[in-house]
């Protein structure tokens, strides 16, 4: 396959950033995962950029990303010139071109809504730029695939035009934030779920659809494109989440991120709002004559997990769990791990050493323990249990092995 040559105008907005960095991983050999893609030269074209450049740019490109657009101005005017007056612009420079080029333009919900209610000039300038590129594409017989994002989630400016990133900055900062209505919803798109949605497009795998109201309804012959994957969450819940996540530090609790879940994206963004001061943390460590034990990590639905260091020649444990279960991973010197069944006194010994790492199940209803064996270095061992400690309920009882 060619090397597919890519412009992307608006290439310093959110969306254009994270598009040409990952266009550039392709290209690069560093992301593999899409090997029917072949990417070329990658062509930025911004507000700073000069108009000769675009034409260059569009004489060479083999497919047009166009992600230019006004959100903010300060004159409603500006909606339909920097919106529907830029896609005019970058339409007759690529028919000036003789381009052949497939494009894209990242369009909006509020088009849908300006369809029906006509109260948005922002809406209205998303509404006419899709229809200059329906024509542009029936007209130049050429591939045209138009997307009505909903709300993004990336990194962007806080207090600007994404409250998901004004939170996201503002509690990790410890800044002001005013959440008017808690109950409020918003359908969110995650910023890498829109990069993958266009590596299909660029592959021809995209998804089509129709709107229903500005429900998205599927349908291979849609005359719209989308990407999958959104998120419909509340403000309240957003706020709740990113509060949850400042705490982690202190409480050493991860929250529960399933793949593919708002969660896990949201947190993601979040740590990338965290100040440097921020990227490090303490965890509590308990120290005695014996060595240490520092809980490192606990989940709310999978336990926690510590690590815990035996000074030379000092045993550990010595004690049985009714249900719960640990396993002990030495990484660091050279021990040995004993377990009795209390019922039947079967005994079993593991002799264990950071030379070859290995899980050792400590089971329910056996009394264990773990020994530093050397003399002169530490043992150090990671210990993860299905619980996290319950100094309420332990289920932890003294017996010797």
């Not at 899409?34 to 700073?48: K, Q």
């Not at 740019?57 to 101005?73: E, H, I």
């Not at 896990?264 to 100040?275: A, E, G, Q, R, V």
């Amino acid at each position: 396959m060619e090397p597919m040559n890519i412009l992307v105008t608006g290439a310093k907005g959110m969306v254009g950033r994270a598009l040409c960095r990952n266009l550039e991983a392709l290209r690069d050999g560093k992301n593999r995962t899409r090997p029917g893609l072949s990417i070329g030269e990658i062509y930025e074209y911004d507000l700073d950029s000069r108009p000769e450049e675009l034409d260059e740019y569009c004489a060479k490109a083999d497919f047009v990303f166009n992600l230019a657009g006004v959100n903010r101005p300060k004159e409603q005017s500006e909606f339909m010139a920097g919106n529907f007056g830029f896609a005019s612009t970058l339409l007759d420079t690529l028919r000036k071109q003789n381009s052949r080029a497939g494009v894209m333009l990242s369009s909006s919900i509020q088009a849908t809504l300006a369809g029906r209610f006509g109260t948005s000039e922002y809406g209205k300038s998303k509404l006419a730029g899709e229809e200059l590129f329906f024509a542009y594409g029936k007209e130049q017989k050429v591939k045209v695939a138009v997307y009505r994002f909903p709300n993004l989630m990336g990194r962007s400016r806080p207090n600007y035009n994404s409250a998901v990133s004004t939170f996201c900055w503002a509690i990790a900062n410890d800044q002001p934030y005013t959440v008017n209505d808690p109950s409020v919803e918003l359908e969110l798109l995650y910023i890498d779920d829109l990069v993958e949605g266009m590596f299909d497009l660029l592959e021809g795998k995209e998804r089509h659809c129709e709107f229903d109201g500005v429900e998205t309804v599927e349908k291979p012959d849609g005359r719209y494109c989308f990407v999958p994957g959104s998120h419909k969450v509340t403000l309240g819940k957003i706020v709740e989440l990113l509060k949850t996540f400042k705490e982690m530090p202190k409480t050493g609790m991860m929250p529960e991120i399933p793949d593919g879940s708002f969660e896990k994206k949201i947190y993601s963004l979040y740590l990338s709002y965290l100040p440097t001061s921020a990227f490090k943390f303490p965890l509590k460590t308990n120290v005695d004559a014996r060595g240490s034990f520092t809980e490192l990590l606990h989940t709310p639905a999978c336990g926690q997990v510590s690590v815990n260091i035996s000074n030379p020649g000092i045993t550990k444990g010595q004690h049985w769990h009714n249900s719960k279960w640990e396993l002990f991973i030495v990484v660091k010197g050279h021990g040995r791990i004993e377990e009795r069944n209390l019922e039947t006194n079967e005994k079993v010994s593991f002799e264990v050493s950071g030379d070859k790492i290995e899980a050792v199940h400590m089971i329910p209803g056996w009394t264990h323990n773990i020994i530093n064996l050397s003399d002169k270095e530490p043992l150090v061992t990671i210990m993860i249990a299905n619980e996290n400690f319950n100094p309420n309920h332990p289920d932890t009882f003294f017996e010797e092995v």
